[in-house]
Every structure is written in C-alpha cells, then in structure tokens.
C-alpha cells in the first residue's frame, strides 16, 4: 500500500496535472449521467464557474445528444480522437475533438472525457479556402480578360488593315472587299463588345450598363 506521503505526491501531481493540462476533462456517472467533476478549462470552455456545472447531467449542457441517445451508452458509438460538438454556457456549439473511455472510479461506472476545441482550426480551414475561391475567380477573370482581348484584336486589326486598303486602292472590286470586310468586322466587334457590357452587367448586378453600340 501506498504510504502518506507517497499518496499524497500523487495527489499533488494529480492535481497539478487535472488544473494544468491543456484540454478540457469531465468525469460523468454512466448510469446517471449526472456531471460528477470537471476541470478547469473544460469549465473556461463552457464559460460558467465549475460550480454551476457539476452535478447537472451533461446532456443539452456540454452535449448536444438527447439524454437518451447518449453516443457512448445508447448508441454503442465508439468515440475516440472523434470530431464532436461541444454546448456552451451561452447556446454556442463550436467543434471539438473528443475521446470517451468507460473506467470504474469508487466502484462506478462512469465517462472520462477529454477534449480539444479546434474552432480556430475550422476557421483557418474556412479562411484558406475562400482564398483560394478567390484566386480561382481572379483567374478565372485574368483568363476572360486575355480571351477577350485577343477576340477584340483580331477585327480591329482587320477594319485597320481594310481601312487603309480601301484608302489606297483605286481598283473597285479591292475597294468592294475592303468595306465588306470592315462592314463584317464592325458587327462583329459589335457582337464582342455586347458580350462584354453582358458579361460586365453580371458582374456588377448593375442594369443600367450601356446596349449594344449604337452604329
């Protein structure tokens, strides 16, 4: 048997550790469900003083399930390193990492819990892919951009090019094909630019944006 001494240097270190340890624990009569003890960051989390805690079953408290449909003792579930929801004092449920083990203390059986609230993860989580949301859509946008720019070149270039044809030319069928071209080339770059002022009034939800170029 331990002696006096021994006992109460483990209990030092028990309390050292049960005050200190860096994720929250609650001890719950499996039977009962009743809260028998809980540690003091698992009472930060909650957001109440540990007196107001213990002795009330945990159910809708710190946990969410019903208080017959307990994931550990109605349902079977075995919960280890589990992604879970944790209640706080002031209806919150924020995300927590959670393991159960069923142990016997003073001839009980009860629940120890312990758990990590990995709120600040979830919201990273959320924060990185909402960037690269928005890199997907600048890029998507840079690659509209270079794609219309290309559209617009390639017909201005044209009417430039008939212009100066039909400036130049004395021969009437030359001077015929060059205002054709550019009277082709202008619909469509008229067609272009309306699919832009189209694609620009989407983006601004703005109905007010200009019609098609007037001729």
């Known amino acids: 048997m331990l002696k006096f001494k021994e006992k109460k240097r483990a209990l030092d270190y028990f309390e050292l550790f049960w005050s ?3 994720c929250g624990i609650t001890i719950i009569d499996a039977e009962t469900r009743e809260i028998i003890d809980i540690n003091p960051l698992a009472a930060q989390m909650f957001g109440a003083d540990k007196s107001q805690i213990i002795g009330k079953t945990c159910h809708k408290l710190l946990c969410p399930a019903d208080r017959h449909a307990c994931p550990i003792m109605d349902d079977n579930q075995v ?3 589990s992604e879970r929801k944790f209640i706080r004092a002031n209806g919150e449920i924020i995300p927590i990492i959670k393991s159960v083990k069923k142990i016997t203390l003073d001839g009980r059986l009860v629940l120890l819990e312990s758990f990590t609230d990995i709120s600040p993860l979830k919201l990273a989580d959320d924060m990185m892919r909402t960037l690269e949301i928005y890199k997907k859509v600048n890029n998507e946008k840079a690659d509209l951009l ?7 070149r390639a017909p201005i270039d044209s009417i430039i ?5 039909g400036k130049s030319s004395d021969d009437k069928e030359q001077k015929d094909i060059a205002f054709k071209t550019i ?4 619909a469509n770059l008229r067609k272009l630019i309306q699919e832009i002022l189209e694609h620009a009034k989407s983006e601004a939800g703005n109905t007010d944006l200009p019609q098609e170029p007037s001729r």
Do not use: P
Not at 146 to 152: A, F, R, T, V
Not at 183 to 186: G, K, N, P, Q, S
């Open 146 to 152: 270079s794609n219309m720019s290309d559209k617009l």
């Open 79 to 81: 919960v280890d390193r």
């Open 20 to 22: 200190n340890i860096e």
């Open 161 to 165: 090019d008939m212009t100066s044809v």
């Open 183 to 186: 009277e082709e080339e202008a």
